[in-house]
């Protein structure tokens, strides 16, 4: 079955520091990937999608991930966290199997110190 | 341009009461869902519009839980009688095509408490 894994519930950083969450799925073929965030009190918002061709790929507010085949794993990062990225990340799968659907992972939510 | 509308934003309701949340989706998107999000997970699916049919509704309780999407447009989501475990945030989203590679628009949600 399809199933996404956050390993991290949170995730506390520096502002100024690096960022990189965890991502790991299962599906059985090339899976398209997604990345949303939703901050508190609001729905979710698309950061950056992986369909095919490059694997490292670039989002809004500075984010990129990178898809490994090998490893099944679709990380974000991000050079220099902000105050505002504090927010919940959420990873996902598209998937077609006997009909779309989208599977999301639990979630890390994000804390930014000053 | 308008995102997904829901309404009510927060509802608060003594257990065996109904319930109905309402959903505007984007213009033109002829894909509906509701995904219900308890604390601390991740969406999950209840039911799939294309256009006015739902395609797929099998994570729906179809005891006390029922939608409907008129006209193709807009939706409603109902609860009858709501359990004190239906309490969660409940999200309609909204996309233009159907398909994996399908990138979902969500709405702030909507917050039910079942006291």
């Known amino acids: 079955a399809q199933s996404v894994t956050q390993p991290d519930i949170h995730i506390t950083v520096s502002e100024g520091a690096s960022l990189e969450l965890r991502c790991n799925y299962s599906?059985?073929?090339?899976?398209?990937l997604f990345w949303y965030v939703q901050s508190p009190g609001q729905g979710l918002q698309l950061l950056l999608k992986?369909?095919?061709?490059?694997?490292l790929v670039q989002g809004i507010k500075g984010f990129e991930a990178e898809f490994k085949r090998s490893q099944s794993s679709f990380n974000l990062r991000k050079p220099s966290v902000h105050w505002s990225d504090a927010a919940e990340y959420f990873c996902a799968v598209g998937a077609n199997t006997g009909g779309f659907k989208t599977i999301f992972g639990a979630g890390t939510r994000l804390f930014v110190k000053a | 341009e308008a995102g997904v509308v829901q309404s009510p934003r927060y509802k608060i309701i003594e257990k065996k009461q109904p319930v109905a949340f309402w959903c505007n989706p984007i213009s033109g998107h002829n894909t509906l869902y509701w995904y219900l999000q308890n604390l601390g997970q991740g969406p999950e699916l209840l039911i799939r519009y294309e256009n006015e049919e739902a395609v797929d509704d099998s994570q729906l309780p179809k005891d006390r839980f029922s939608a409907e999407r008129l006209k193709g447009v807009d939706s409603t989501l109902k609860i009858q009688p709501a359990e004190l475990g239906d309490s969660a945030v409940y999200l309609c989203?909204?996309?233009?095509?159907?398909?994996?590679?399908?990138?979902?628009?969500f709405g702030a949600g909507s917050r039910l408490t079942v006291l």
């Open positions: 599906y059985g073929a090339t899976p398209y």
């Open positions: 992986y369909f095919s061709g490059d694997t």
């Open positions: 989203a909204s996309s233009s095509g159907t398909g994996g590679a399908n990138v979902l628009t």
